[in-house]
């Protein structure tokens, strides 16, 4: 059964990645989780200085889900690559670094710092944060802005190029579109859905920021007509994130037609669930006679004349 995938001149052992922010660095898990067996981490968002992120409290614990208000805290790319990356490099997996950015000069830069690294084998670039004020939503929410920014990094690098899109506008399948027309490579499909909580006691939001990007089950139905939305609308690859908890979750995705899928929040209970879904995924397609996950890819039997979503496609 091949379970590999190829994206430009990357190969992946499978189609299961860990998602930005849910893995930290990739180094924090060596004893609980061989990481040589993930299709590949994708890094928490690096950007060009070190970031505090927003005050606490910036997590919420919703029903099946979870509200995260971090603001793109991390440890800025000179420490990624001093710090993190030797250990990286001898993982055995592959390294997708995940840019956030202020200013489309500091995608351009962390970028270029970035692909000069032997052990970074690719990007994605999180235009999609709604937990910050600068960059994240407000350049992810303008489809120019996603064209020009996707433009400028295409011309940086030769590495696979993965734009990490938000659910928070009306046609997610324009930005697709655009990223594609500038040369993306993939695009990743979901970012986190902007919501809130609040306690009744106090009155007060739960996180300090009122706001903040709901992730985990409560998603995935969302993801999934996003997912679908997208792979219809664009010929590169869709990489489908949202509240994916087991490989049932990740088979849905693929029959939508994801190509590839990480796994975000269900890491926080389970740092090996990357792992054991792959397994079932892999188990699935032999159960099934399916010798390539390519085979699951968007094969989903919709019946056209009722569907809603194709009919503004
Ligand atoms: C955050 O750091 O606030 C979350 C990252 C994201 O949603 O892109």
Known sequence: ??????????EFK???LVASGTFGYGDEVPDLVDISKLGGIVTKSLSMKPRDGNPNPRIAETASGMLNSIGLANIGVHKFIN???PTLK??????????????VDEYCVVLELLDAQVGVHGFEINVSCPNVKEGGLSFGTDVKLVSFITKELRKRTEKPLIIKLTPNVTHISDFARACEAEGADAVSVINTVIGMSVNINTRKPKIATT???LSGPAIKPIALAKVYETSNAVKIPVIGIGGIASWEDAVEFFIVGASMVQIGTANFI???KGISV?????????KNGLDSIDLLVKSLQTN?????IDSWL
């Not at 059964?1 to 990357?10: A, D, G, T, Y």
């Not at 056209?304 to 809603?308: C, E, H, M, P």
């Open 270 to 272: 389970n740092p090996a």
């Open 304 to 308: 056209k004349t009722i569907s809603i």
């Open 14 to 16: 499978n189609r299961i």
């Open 90 to 103: 001898i993982s055995g997996t592959i390294v997708i670094a995940n840019i956030a950015a202020s200013t």
């Open 83 to 85: 710090d993190k990356l």
């Open 278 to 286: 792959a397994e079932g995924v892999k188990q699935y397609c032999k």
């Open 1 to 10: 059964m091949k379970e590999s995938f190829i994206l430009r001149n990357v």
């Open 211 to 213: 706001t903040g990007g």
